[in-house]
């Protein structure tokens, strides 16, 4: 064997090796979300995570330096963290689970544009926001990122996987991101289920 071809296959098994550990890990993940929903296993490049979104750790920058802090105007941006948990933790409606709660696997990170005003958003209106998202297991070594539109609450869009780091750098697909509904902090709980081609 010519020393390219070994290259070659030294390339190509590191890439199985990686794509089956990252299958293992979010097909464990994912299970809380099948028992509940009495569903037979999801595919290996499908996975699901919940998301606590920390109101504590949200920064606005209103368009207008007038408006108050109870308001929301098309183009004003928001920065938030939260805490990612497994697929199938967090209940809808409007829920008391903090950040905090133990069992994470990792951290989000949220930068967004409102695209609605305080009416709109408090009646329902979906979507409420354009969105880079990243997902961190744990940290920024072993991430996913995505963009695309921020549901309100009940409702749920379709976002872009445009690529990652560790594990996941080659990834590329799309995750349905889904409105729960609110924590106790006061911002929202999400649900992602992520279908990668690769």
């Known amino acids: 064997m010519t020393s390219e071809l070994k290259r070659t296959a030294i390339r190509s098994l590191t890439t199985a090796v990686l794509f ?3 299958a293992t890990v979010f097909c464990l993940v994912s299970n809380p979300v099948q028992a509940q ?3 037979p296993p999801l595919p290996r490049n499908v996975f699901v995570i919940d ?3 920390d109101c504590n750790h949200a920064y606005v920058n209103a368009v207008n330096p007038n408006e108050s802090a109870s308001d929301t105007s098309p183009g004003d941006t928001i920065v938030v ?3 990612i948990y497994p697929g199938g933790t967090l209940k809808s409606g ?3 689970n903090l950040p905090t709660a133990p069992g994470a696997i990792g951290k989000w990170l949220s930068r967004a544009v409102f695209v609605v005003n305080t009416a709109q958003f408090s009646g329902g209106v979906s979507p409420i926001a354009f969105a880079t998202m990243l997902y961190m297991f744990p ?3 072993s991430s996913l990122v995505s963009e695309g539109l921020v549901p309100n609450i009940g409702a749920a869009e379709q976002r872009t ?3 990652g780091t560790g594990m996941f750098v080659d ?3 799309q995750v349905t991101h889904q409105n729960l509904g609110t924590n106790g902090t006061g911002c929202f709980n999400y649900r992602f289920t992520f279908t990668l081609k690769r």
Do not use: F, R
């Open 94 to 96: 409007a829920q008391t």
């Open 171 to 173: 990834a590329a697909g």
């Open 20 to 22: 089956a550990c990252a």
């Open 161 to 163: 996987v445009i690529g």
């Open 51 to 53: 998301v606590v979104e």
């Open 139 to 141: 940290d920024s070594s």
């Open 81 to 83: 963290q939260g805490t």
């Open 37 to 39: 929903q009495n569903t």
